[in-house]
């Protein structure tokens, strides 16, 4: 049984990318695992302000807002789920707001303890995915996480209801 994240930027909570997240989720809960959703649109995280507080011993980040809540369930998190549209050619401005945000776990905990298996989840009225999937992969690359897959477009429920169920 494994923990498992998500951080859905969906700017609709019944939109397309929700209902990926709703197919991912249904797949990893009928395996036995542990899912927490986070849906970012609602929530009230502020972006990082390079105060490199969470190098003085901020716990783990000077800033309190909501990401705390993120920052709780990461620490004991084997799987992180990114879930976002494709808005102006990369992913949702919410999303890479909590992912910067991130940043402060990996300066505190150091990068090894950071380490967590990815999902990548993403819908976009265009077909054009390329950008966004190589954000995706330039970070997952650079902080060591190892990618389980990737479901790109509305039409993967059943890819996504298989990924979530693939997870042990």
Do not use: H
Not at 93 to 107: H, N, P, Y
Not at 157 to 163: F, I, K, P, R, V
């Amino acid at each position: 049984m494994s923990e498992i994240i998500i951080l859905n930027a969906a700017a609709r909570k019944n939109g397309n990318t929700s209902a990926l997240v709703q197919s991912f989720t249904k797949g990893a809960k009928s395996s036995g695992n542990n899912v927490r959703e986070f849906y970012l649109q609602t929530m009230n995280i502020r972006g990082c302000i390079g105060c490199m507080g969470c190098t003085r011993n901020a716990d783990p980040c000077t800033q309190k807002d909501e990401m705390s809540q993120i920052y709780d369930a990461f620490k004991t998190a084997d799987v992180v789920v990114l879930s976002s549209p494709v808005y102006f050619l990369g992913v949702a401005g919410t999303l890479k707001t909590a992912i910067d945000r991130l940043f402060a776990m990996f300066t505190k905990y150091g990068a090894e303890s950071c380490q967590r298996d990815s999902i990548l989840l993403m819908t976009s009225d265009d077909p054009t995915y390329e950008e966004a999937v190589t954000w995706y992969r330039n970070f997952i690359d650079n902080v060591g996480w190892n990618n389980l897959g990737e479901v790109l477009g509305s039409r993967g429920a059943t890819q996504a209801e298989s990924l979530g169920a693939s997870i042990q």
